[in-house]
């Protein structure tokens, strides 16, 4: 029967820490980087005239249809890019192309009327987008877009194929050192699960705060 | 390569297979009447929608050995993680699907003498199926991206041939664009099918959007 050492976590508990220092780095910059681009897209796809707005539906499809790992490897090797410029690169601009689907689908669910009002009251394009289309649209999307952002931490853990020392390459390290690759993966595991369920409270809260707000006018 | 493209295929549709059964399984666990059968596969749905792929194949490759007290194949530890993984997803779809078929014909079929099991199998599931479609595409492109991850532990699918030539000719912006198209040209002809899976459904029934909004 196989034999469990689970100080082997304790020990190299400065390796994990290191790691998930760099998660939540990756994590946090691609986070950003891909919202915004993602909005962008969303906008972009829903209110630029034909031939323009196919330009990022093609920019969706190719981006989205391609698995993370080939994009990572994309801008590491082929790119020459450093390591970890090439994992954000690689991950925002795949997530940007689902952020920018959900982003889509808010923007379709305003009522067009809303618009038209907006509209004839004098407001420019970009004046209605940000005053009255995004605030609507984001809220809206709060649950699917948690959803995309677990998925931007666990796509992270890709980056480890290109040799960035995240999480899931750090449990690789305390696996070649010991041989325990089962209690560092269940360790890592456990701390994947903590970070996603911080994702999903803070998406929560931030949702409950922003739809007070709005309640109060 | 062609091999490792086959092997991808081969991989992605017994992986959509064997977690469809497993997903369907863990759907009909997670509706039941018994809490005893619902929250385990609740925990088990939620907690692995919240893991990375990798550390599910790391994991998976680690534990069969100590479970079998065997070595695995890194093919067959591939096809086990996506099978566990891919299995909570597919018990959304699958729930999802089986809430499209409506009550009154459950009780049309229990009240002509048909008991659950065969209400279920021969009512309730086929017309699901139909409406589950277009998102079992979504899956299966899910899927057919996800074996490129078999890479890390070493299975020769066509990622890692495509690594294999790489390293022998060194050509990485070729190769690896390559690569991005084979993928790009099949993961899109799926999702083509499946919007017009989802089109010709639309008529009469409520398919459950195979829309692809969220990666993974």
């Not at chain 1, 969303?42 to 920019?59: I, K, Q």
């Not at chain 2, 479970?67 to 890194?74: E, S």
């Not at chain 2, 589950?132 to 595409?137: G, K, Q, T």
């Amino acid at each position: 029967m196989h034999q469990f050492d689970w100080g082997i976590i304790l020990q190299h508990r400065h390796l994990l820490l290191e790691g998930l220092t760099e998660t939540l780095r990756l994590v946090a910059v691609c986070l950003v980087i891909s919202l915004a681009l993602g909005t962008a897209v969303g906008v972009a796809r829903s209110f630029l005239p034909t031939p323009l707005s196919w330009a990022f539906a093609a920019y969706t499809e190719f981006f989205r249809n391609i698995p993370p790992i080939v994009q990572f490897f994309f801008w590491y090797f082929g790119a020459n890019l450093e390591v970890f410029p090439a994992a954000v690169v690689g991950l925002s601009v795949f997530t940007s192309a689902y952020i920018g689907e959900i982003v889509r689908s808010g923007i379709r669910a305003i009522p067009r009327t809303q618009i038209e009002a907006a509209r004839s009251s004098g407001m420019t394009g970009l004046q209605l987008i940000w005053h009255i289309v995004l605030p609507q649209a984001l809220i809206r999307v709060i649950p699917p877009l948690s959803v995309e952002f677990i998925n931007v931490l666990k796509n992270s853990a890709i980056a480890m194929t290109i040799g960035y020392a995240e999480l899931t390459f750090q449990s690789r390290e305390i696996e070649a050192k010991t041989f325990r690759g089962f209690e560092a993966a269940t360790a890592v595991t456990g701390l994947y699960i903590v970070l996603a369920l911080g994702i999903v409270v803070v998406m929560h809260l931030f949702e409950r705060m922003a739809r007070l707000d709005i309640r109060r006018g | 390569m062609m091999r490792g493209l086959e092997l991808t295929i081969i991989l992605a549709s017994l992986s959509l297979v064997g977690s469809f059964i497993g997903g369907t399984l863990l759907a009909v666990l997670r509706m039941s009447p018994w809490w005893w059968l619902r929250w385990p596969a609740i925990l088990y749905i939620d907690v692995v929608r919240m893991i990375p792929l990798v550390m599910v194949i790391f994991w998976v490759f680690f534990l069969i050995p100590i479970l079998t007290g065997r070595p695995v194949t890194p093919l067959v530890a591939a096809l086990a993680a996506l099978i566990g993984f891919n299995s909570s997803y597919m018990a959304e779809v699958v729930r999802a699907g089986i809430q499209t078929v409506p009550k009154g014909l459950v009780e049309a079929a229990r009240s002509s003498g048909l008991n659950h099991l065969q209400a279920m199998t021969r009512i309730v599931l086929p017309i699901a199926f139909k409406n589950m479609l277009p998102a079992i595409v979504s899956r299966f492109i899910a899927l057919f991206m996800g074996t490129s991850l078999a890479y890390i532990i070493g299975a020769t699918e066509f990622f890692r041939a495509a690594n294999d030539i790489n390293n022998r000719v060194f050509r990485p912006y070729e190769i690896y664009t390559f690569v991005a198209v084979v993928y790009f040209v099949f993961c899109y002809a799926l999702s083509l099918l499946g919007r017009l899976l989802e089109h010709r459904l639309s008529r009469g029934q409520q398919p459950i959007s195979g829309e692809r909004i969220t990666s993974a």
